[in-house]
């Protein structure tokens, strides 16, 4: 009997506590680099998002204002800067409340920080759209100038 217990192939106590130990360990580590990979990713696909939203606002108008007769400027804001602007039957205003843009008083852009036009001398309108802050602090912005004729 004392044979068979010198001979069985078996783990001690300490071998499988190293063995847990370093198991639980590379799950952790995998575990870590997941989640970090998937919050990359989300901040990401964020990004993207509000990058996109800020062009779909830039080259609507600025599409918009090439093809219009008349265009008018509304709701004046700071430094002779409208958040307003109406062409061709169309219009877009900007809500901060809301960080919405709307297309004939529907919702067309969200997630936007800053929308104006300003209208220099020169017949030159100055278009600038700006997206929400991100959660690391940055923000997308784009602006524009397109040349009126008078």
Wanted: proline share 0%; charged share 25%; no cysteine.
């Amino acid at each position: 009997m004392r044979n068979l217990l010198k001979t069985s192939n078996g783990l001690t106590l300490i071998e499988l506590l190293v063995s847990i130990t370093l198991l639980s360990m590379v799950l952790f580590i995998i575990t870590s680099i997941h989640l970090f990979s998937i919050n990359q990713s989300n901040h990401q696909t964020t990004h993207i998002e509000h990058q996109s939203n800020v062009r779909l606002v830039l080259n609507t108008v600025t599409k918009e204002i090439r093809k219009a007769q008349e265009i008018v400027l509304l709701e004046e804001g700071n430094d002779d800067k409208f958040h307003k602007i109406e062409m061709n039957e169309v219009s877009y205003e900007f809500y901060e409340s809301t960080n919405t843009i709307k297309k004939n008083e529907i919702n067309f852009v969200e997630d936007i920080g800053n929308f104006w036009v300003k209208e220099h001398n020169d017949g030159k309108l100055e278009i600038f759209v700006e997206s929400t802050q991100l959660t690391n602090g940055k923000k997308t912005q784009f602006s524009t100038e397109i040349y009126t004729r008078k």
